[in-house]
């Protein structure tokens, strides 16, 4: 990092890894004052700039993964014909984040396989790329036994969907500053067995944010699932209030959430309409980083006071 004399411009060049091209990037700051900080700066700035060369860099790789992912879901299809649907579903999933839903910027792979005689999960080795290339910083990097998981991961990780959809509590460090989102498919045997799990870290597209919910694989058939388990009929008003009320649900949570939980969310909306009363309903992520709070209140009384209320309570 360099430094003019009034202190005022940095120039960092990071080192390109396995590549010959080198990339100059540019940024002024203001001056900092504090010299405790500038090791800090210097420091941040290695560290994202390198996060930023390895996803460049492996960003091929990382399509590849995921085309590898969706060819081998192709094969879970023809040995369990029950899964079928849900597996086509999740493919056409995948192929929507390839063609403009995702930025991609990590992908790692996982095993659960016997370590002297106890089954443990472990990163299938070489599998890193973009931001989590260096396999080291795992917890994963060495075996761990999974009765050594707490229950709800350990349950996670041997059972459940083939698909998981949360968020990471790491915030990203290249393209914009959110935590990230989580796109797991679990890897089966011949048996139909949990064997690992292909990984992939990024970011919803602004474009996948604005495209309407029930056009976007898995939420389509989630909203397909809650129109008919609430029996109305197609083209009436409550069907045509359904769709509404799931295409304003934000999206980050109709993709985390169950469908049976959105079921009761979008249930809660159409049955509050015309009432003064005020509803609230709490939902712990599946993963345990956190809590989702919906409160439902009558246009007339919300305001920009009632809303700083609301996040303070």
Known sequence: VERDAEGTVLALAPSREGGSRESL??????RVSDPDRLPEIRSELERRLTDVVRVTDDFDAMRQALDETIASLDRSGERFPDRRDEVGE???????????????????????????????????????????????????SSPVPLAELPAGQRALVQGGPILIISKTNASSTVHRR????????????EEGRIVGERRFLGLFTSGAYSEKADRIPILRQKLDRILEDSGVAEGSHDYKEIHTIFNTLPKEELFITSTE???????????????????????????????SVMVILAKERFSGEVRKRIEDA
């Open 25 to 30: 990037v540019y940024c002024e700051v203001t």
């Open 90 to 140: 999740i493919q056409a999933f995948l192929e929507w984040l390839r063609d403009g839903g995702f930025v991609f910027l990590g992908y790692r792979g996982y095993e659960i396989q016997e370590v002297e005689g106890v089954p443990s999960v472990s990163v299938e080795p070489g599998s890193g790329l973009g931001i989590l290339r260096d396999e080291s910083a795992s917890t994963f």
């Open 178 to 189: 959110a935590r990230m989102d989580y796109i797991g498919v679990k890897r089966l045997d």
């Open 261 to 291: 939980e959105i079921g009761a969310d979008v249930r809660t909306v159409l049955t509050t309409f015309g009432s003064d009363e005020v509803r609230v309903s709490l939902r712990r992520d599946p993963l345990q980083r956190g809590i």
